[in-house]
């Protein structure tokens, strides 16, 4: 397919280490990407959320989309080419001694020509408590009325119950372009595919890497994964 039959996104996923890591670095890796949407994971969520949310959003050069505090440090980030018509934050349900985790979600419409549906989540590292809060995000998913671009932490791999529910029906970004093999984390040891990208089967995938440079190794404990998109134009 041709970029002349569909309209070009280029999206990045990135669990961002809460900052915690060379910030430098990490703002490096995203300008130089150049993407038009980064969901990120472990954004800020805790006292002045909204400034720290806007100071990194600033920092890659997007404004913010949706995220923060409300959806647990789950950020949504956008260029100026992206227009953020709706946005929503969902919380999982609080498992005694775990950790609060949830979504976000933003309705968005890119260079007046196509519509979609963007969302980020982090799966818990509990086996026990996954399934449920992937089925949780699969509901949301599946129940949006524009062609979906969902990318989560899932902290388990492709043989995994979560990874298979939030799967369901939609294009794995790695598998479309036969790139699986690449693993995401993590940076100091890569041993496990666990953060993934995924799309509605209307959206053509056009290339797929995971970043794997010095900066990267600097910039996080996760490795960015880079997704070129072309979603179907809005009728």
């Known amino acids: ?18 900052q915690r890591d060379d910030t430098a670095a990490l703002a490096a890796v995203v300008r130089d990407a150049r993407p038009d949407v980064v969901i990120v994971q472990e954004g800020p969520r805790r006292f002045r959320w909204r400034q720290k949310s806007a100071a990194l959003a600033e920092s890659f050069g997007l404004v913010v989309a949706a995220g923060g505090l409300p959806a647990l440090g789950n950020l949504l980030l956008t260029s100026l080419r992206v227009r953020v018509v709706a946005d929503r934050c969902q919380r999982f349900p609080l498992t005694p001694g775990r950790h609060l985790r949830g979504a976000a979600y933003a309705e968005c419409v890119v260079a007046g020509a196509a519509r979609f549906t963007l969302a980020g989540s982090h799966l818990s590292t509990d086996p026990t408590e996954r399934p449920a ?5 699969k509901r949301e998913l599946d129940a949006a009325t524009t062609p979906v671009v969902a990318a989560a932490d899932l902290n388990e791999g492709p043989d995994g119950p979560a990874w298979a529910t939030v799967a369901r ?3 794995d970004a790695a598998v479309a372009m036969d790139r699986a093999d690449r693993l995401t984390y993590s940076c100091a040891d890569p041993r ?15 290339d797929y890497d995971v970043v794997d440079t010095p900066q990267t190794r600097r910039a996080s404990d996760h490795f960015p994964v880079l997704v070129d998109l072309l979603l179907p134009a809005a009728d």
């Not at 002349?4 to 280490?17: A, K, Q």
């Not at 595919?193 to 056009?206: E, H, Q």
């Open 169 to 171: 029906g939609l294009t």
């Open 1 to 18: 397919m041709t970029q002349s039959s569909g309209v070009p996104l280029r999206v990045v996923s990135y669990n961002i280490h809460s």
């Open 133 to 137: 809060q992937a089925a949780l995000f």
């Open 192 to 206: 496990r595919r666990i953060d993934a990208l995924f799309v509605d089967p209307r959206i053509t995938v056009v």
